[in-house]
């Protein structure tokens, strides 16, 4: 086998412009049904567009074009971290990837961070902590529900990110195994329920966020995280709205990506702490004058 399109885990180094066996790969048509497909020699990708052999993109350049046997051209790309969520086979609505990208950020969560999830869903979050923390960190993922956290484990064995989570079938309100944790992220109906749990889990100053579909569950989880020593509580909202790309008639598509739901973020105080909610919360004249600084 040329060493151009030997499997990734081979000795000989990469061309990191040519598709390796092992590779994720974006199949791009001009239908707009992109599919993400792992290439493996000898292996077939079935489409009513027609048969595409794997072999026939192994050894190719990103961002090539190839050919079904019918004749439909799909365009050769890497898939995002984006793409990858919103491939993800569903049982449960996923966390859109404008919140999780703000959330990665807003928590510092990168390479060797120990994160906690409550609430695996369809594993669309799991999918984003896991890229982010590996290779040193660990992604720790609690589902009450064995046959939603099924789904999302073949989610993330798809595209080889399983090995850096710890998935765990229980009730979150019995409490987590895991202690001193940089950040916890709770994705329930009712997180209030949950915050001694996760204050005991986090680490001092450690990242608190829960994403919740409505106002009421938002007011019922900052009376409660002033009733725990959290400190540095904000809530926000984060609304997406896509332009047609078109030079001539650039302007808002029909439709966008509108309320999914508000991120609450909070951090982790050592018991005693003489910071309060109220103290951080921040008034409308402080705002201005952070904004100011900018």
């Not at 190839?66 to 984006?82: A, E, K």
Request: charge should be negative; include cysteine; aromatic fraction near 6%.
């Amino acid at each position: 086998m040329p060493a151009s399109i030997q499997p990734e885990n081979a000795a000989a180094p990469r061309d990191r412009n040519i598709v390796y066996a092992g590779d994720l790969v974006l199949l791009s048509g001009a239908d707009r049904k992109p599919a993400i497909v792992r290439m493996q020699s000898g292996q077939e990708y079935q489409t009513h567009h027609g048969v595409l052999a794997h072999d026939s993109v192994i050894g190719r350049c990103w961002g090539e074009s190839v050919q079904t046997h019918l004749g439909f051209t799909y365009t050769i790309l890497p898939p995002s971290l984006d793409e990858m969520v919103r491939d993800v086979h569903r049982a449960t609505q996923i966390i859109y990837p404008k919140e999780i990208g703000y959330m990665l950020m807003k928590m510092n969560i990168g390479p060797g961070t120990h994160v906690l999830e409550a609430g695996t869903g369809s594993g669309g979050l799991t999918l984003a902590l896991a890229r982010m923390v590996q290779p040193d960190g660990r992604v720790y993922s609690y589902e009450a529900r064995a046959d939603i956290q099924a789904t999302a484990m073949r989610n993330l064995e798809r595209v080889g990110l399983d090995a850096y989570v710890t998935f765990k079938v229980r009730d979150a309100e019995d409490g987590f195994d895991e202690q001193g944790l940089d950040a916890v992220i709770l994705d329930v109906r009712e997180p209030w329920l949950l915050l001694q749990q996760t204050h005991t889990a986090l680490r001092g100053g450690g990242f608190f966020c829960s994403l919740v579909p409505t106002v009421n569950q938002v007011g019922v989880l900052l009376r409660n995280l002033e009733l725990r020593s959290f400190g540095f509580t904000e809530v926000e909202e984060l609304l997406l709205r896509p332009y047609k790309a078109v030079a001539a008639r650039l302007r808002p598509v029909d439709r966008m990506i509108a309320h999914t739901g508000y991120l609450i973020f909070a951090r982790a105080l050592l018991p005693g702490s003489s910071i309060s909610a109220s103290a951080v919360d921040g008034s409308d004249e402080d705002t201005d004058d952070v904004l100011g600084d900018l």
